[in-house]
């Protein structure tokens, strides 16, 4: 695996991390605040904003942000493992993102009724990533970002699958890949490099070992992974 693949894989695996935008009021003085966010297939960080809110403010007036977000259960801040983001900040579409969103977060779905509320997508131009001392790169963009694939139209149809027939296998994969015995699962999204889960509350994330494009390939390494976790 690069460090690219590396990268992308941390980002897809955390949920929130800290935006800094360039302050509209104070001249251009960074401007840091949490937000979650949202891994699309293509690489790129979905956030859903409120209007009233200085970062967005000081998006609109200059869409150039970063974000930097590492693991939140690892108390070992300097040793740990991190991604900074550095990207342009645009508004999207509700009917591009929404609905991927909302299985992430549910909890945003009061915000859909809020009109000063909107989705920005960053597009990723550097990244640097520290995957732990002495592993400490700047990333290829290029093979960071990720080109339209099959499997990102046909998610849906295999999310809804999952969810429908193979509630056991997805306990299955929670104890072999995290040791979690879970009650309540359900599949929230399947990209090119793995599938992330709500077991019991709790997000959690399986990664692929090698890149999968399309509803063949991942029903063929969601079959072997099956056979794997089995007890």
Aim: aromatic share 10%.
């Amino acid at each position: 695996m690069n460090n690219a693949t590396e990268a992308r894989q941390m980002l897809r695996t955390h949920r929130y991390g800290a935006l800094c935008t360039l302050s509209k009021k104070f001249d251009g003085f960074p401007f840091g605040s949490i937000t979650p966010y949202l891994v699309d297939h293509d690489g790129s960080l979905i956030i859903l904003i409120s209007g009233l809110a200085e970062h967005t403010k000081n998006i609109l007036h200059d869409p150039r942000v970063s974000l930097i977000t590492h693991d939140q259960r690892d108390s070992h801040i300097q040793t740990q493992g991190r991604v900074t983001v550095l990207g342009n900040a645009q508004m999207v579409t509700r009917d591009e993102i929404g609905a991927r969103y909302l299985r992430y977060f549910p909890e945003a779905q009061s915000y859909f009724q809020m009109h000063d509320f909107a989705f920005y997508r960053i597009q990723p131009i550097a990244i640097r990533f520290i995957g732990g001392f002495g592993n400490i790169h700047w990333v290829d963009i290029g093979q960071y970002r990720v080109a339209p694939y099959p499997l990102i139209e046909q998610e849906a149809d295999i999310i809804d699958h999952m969810n429908t027939n193979h509630q056991d296998t997805m306990r299955h994969y929670c104890r072999h890949s995290h040791q979690r015995e879970a009650l309540d699962v359900a599949m929230l999204g399947i990209d090119c490099d793995g599938f992330d889960m709500r077991a019991d509350g709790e997000v959690l994330r399986v990664e692929f070992s090698e890149p999968v494009t399309d509803a063949q390939q991942a029903r063929a390494t969601l079959v072997a992974l099956a056979r794997t976790a089995k007890p």
